[in-house]
C-alpha cells in the first residue's frame, strides 16, 4: 500500500475520540446490517431484529443493570428484544457506550505510543461509508417500490384523522401519495451511489446528511420508533464528513479554493483491487435483486391488503324500505379487508348511527363460498359468537346484493362499490388551480 501526506501526529483528544467512534459505530453497523441482510435475502426472524435474537443470554445482567443503574424500567418477561427505540435496545446501547468508554480508556493506555491510527483511521471511513450506503440503499429501494409507507387501507380512509397518532398521520399522508414516497427512495438512492465512489463521496456525504437531517425531524416530531437508529446513521455521516469541514467552511462562506481529494491508502496490487471492486459490485447487485424481488411480492400483499369499500344503496327488512334513521341494524357502509385465511379476512359494518356510537364500525371474521353463493360473517371477540349468513351473487362486478338473516331480521342489502377502495378525495395533481 501506499500513503499521501497523512498527518504524523494526533493529538491525545484526537486518538480518544476516534477510539470511542470505532468501537460504537462498528457495533451499531454490525447490528443494522444484520438486519438490511435478513430483510434483503428474505431470511426470517426468529425472536427479534438483527443481532437481538442473539442477546437473550443478556436478559439478566441487563435486569440487573437497569434496577440498580439504569432505571428505565426494564423487565425482561414483558419487554421484546428490539432495537433502541425500545427499551431493551435503549438498554443495549447504553451498556454498549459504557463498554466503548472502558475500552477507549484500556486501548488508550495500552497504545499510548502511537503517535497517529491514519491508516485504521482511512479504512474505517471505507467501511463506514460503504455501510451507510448499503443501509440507506435498503430504504431506498422500499421507498421506491412503495412499500415502507403503505397506501392507507380501507378502514384507515373511513376513520377519523383525529383517531391517529403522530405516527399514524405520517405514515398515511406519505403512503397516500406513492409519488413523493417514490421522489424520496430516488433521493435516498442517489446519495447510496454516490457514496460508493471515493470521487463522488462528499457530494454523497452532503446529500445524505441533508436526507438523513429531514428523516431524523420526522422520526422525533412524529415520533417514529427509530429515531435513535436514524440519529446514529446522521452521526455515522457527520463522522465521514469530519475531515472535509475545515475545507467546505472556506469553500462555502469565504469563497476560497480549496481541493476536496481525500488523502487515501490503496492497494498497490491491480488484481487485488479489481477482486475487491467485482466483490462490492456483486454484493450491492445480489442485496438489489433480493430487495426488488421482496419488495414486490410485499406490494403485491399491501395492494390486495387495502381492501374493498362498498355503499349501501338499500337496506331493506321484511320488505320495508328502511331510511336513514339513527339505528344499530341499518348499514351505511359495507368493508372488506383481504387476507390469507378466513380467520384474516376482516368485514366491517357502519352503521346509520347520528351519535357516532358505532362510528368505528363492527368487526367480522367473513368467509365466502363462491360454489354455495353464500357469505358468512362471525363475530371476532364476545362472549357470544355470532354468525350470519347471506347468499349473494359472485358474478356481479359493480354490485353486491345480500339476502339473508342479520339480528334477527330477514334483510336485502344492496351495495356499489367505492373506486378503487379510495372513498376519501382521490384527486389528480393540479398545476394550475382552477379557482
Known amino acids: 500500500m501506499t500513503t499521501e501526506n497523512f498527518s504524523p501526529r494526533w493529538t491525545n483528544w484526537q486518538k480518544i475520540i476516534f477510539r470511542v467512534f470505532f468501537l460504537f459505530l462498528l457495533f451499531f453497523t454490525i447490528d443494522y446490517l444484520y438486519v438490511v441482510f435478513e430483510f434483503a435475502l428474505a431470511v426470517n426472524f426468529k425472536n427479534g431484529f438483527g443481532l437481538y435474537e442473539y442477546l437473550s443470554i443478556l436478559h439478566k445482567p441487563f435486569s440487573w443493570l437497569d434496577t440498580h443503574l439504569y432505571h428505565i424500567g426494564y423487565n425482561p418477561k414483558k419487554n421484546s428484544d428490539l432495537g ?24 488508550s493506555w495500552l497504545d499510548r505510543k502511537r503517535p497517529s491510527y491514519n491508516k485504521l483511521h482511512y479504512w474505517f471511513r471505507v467501511y463506514l461509508r460503504y455501510a451507510v450506503a448499503i443501509i440507506m440503499l435498503f430504504y431506498g429501494m422500499d421507498k421506491l417500490i412503495p412499500v415502507q409507507m403503505p397506501y392507507p387501507d380501507a378502514n384507515t380512509l373511513l376513520g377519523k384523522f383525529g383517531d391517529q397518532n403522530h405516527f399514524t398521520v405520517l405514515w398515511n ?22 457514496l460508493l465512489f471515493r470521487r463522488s463521496s462528499v457530494f454523497g456525504y452532503l446529500l445524505m446528511c441533508t436526507i438523513l437531517t429531514n428523516v431524523v425531524a420526522l422520526n422525533i416530531f412524529y415520533n417514529v420508533s427509530v429515531k435513535i ?67 414486490f411480492k410485499r406490494y403485491r400483499k399491501s395492494v390486495e391488503g387495502r381492501g374493498q369499500i362498498y355503499e349501501v344503496t338499500s337496506f331493506v327488512t321484511k320488505d320495508t324500505l328502511q331510511a336513514n334513521i339513527t339505528d344499530t341494524l341499518n348499514w351505511k357502509r359495507f368493508v372488506l379487508m383481504g387476507g390469507r385465511s378466513d380467520t384474516t379476512n376482516y368485514a366491517i359494518i357502519y352503521y346509520n348511527n347520528i351519535n357516532n356510537e358505532f362510528e368505528n364500525g363492527d368487526w367480522y371474521y367473513y368467509s365466502k363460498d363462491t360454489t354455495k353463493k353464500t357469505f358468512t360473517i362471525r363475530d371476532i371477540s364476545g362472549p357470544i359468537i355470532h354468525h350470519y349468513s347471506f347468499t349473494y351473487n359472485p358474478e356481479a362486478k359493480d354490485s353486491l346484493s345480500f339476502t339473508g338473516k342479520f339480528k334477527g331480521y330477514d ?25
Not at 231 to 246: E, K, N, T, V
Open 229 to 295: 437508529f436514524s440519529s446514529l446513521l446522521l452521526i455515522c455521516i457527520l463522522f465521514l464528513l469530519a475531515p472535509f469541514f475545515q475545507r467546505l467552511v472556506q469553500l462555502f462562506f469565504y469563497e476560497q479554493k480549496v481541493s476536496l481529494a481525500e488523502k487515501h491508502y490503496h492497494f498497490q496490487s491491480r488484481t487485488t483491487r479489481r477482486l475487491l471492486n467485482l466483490s462490492g459490485a456483486l454484493l450491492i447487485a445480489l442485496l438489489i435483486l433480493g430487495n426488488i424481488s421482496g419488495n
Open 411 to 435: 334483510v336485502k342489502i344492496n351495495m356499489k362499490p367505492v373506486m378503487d377502495s379510495m372513498y376519501l378525495n382521490k384527486e389528480k395533481i393540479k398545476w394550475v388551480q382552477d379557482y
Open 84 to 107: 433502541p427505540d425500545y427499551i431493551f435496545g435503549v438498554v443495549l446501547y447504553i451498556s454498549i457506550l459504557i463498554f466503548c468508554l472502558l475500552a477507549a480508556a484500556i486501548w
Open 173 to 194: 399522508f406519505i403512503g397516500a401519495s406513492p409519488g413523493y414516497e417514490i421522489f424520496t427512495g430516488v433521493c435516498e438512492i442517489t446519495g447510496s451511489l454516490l
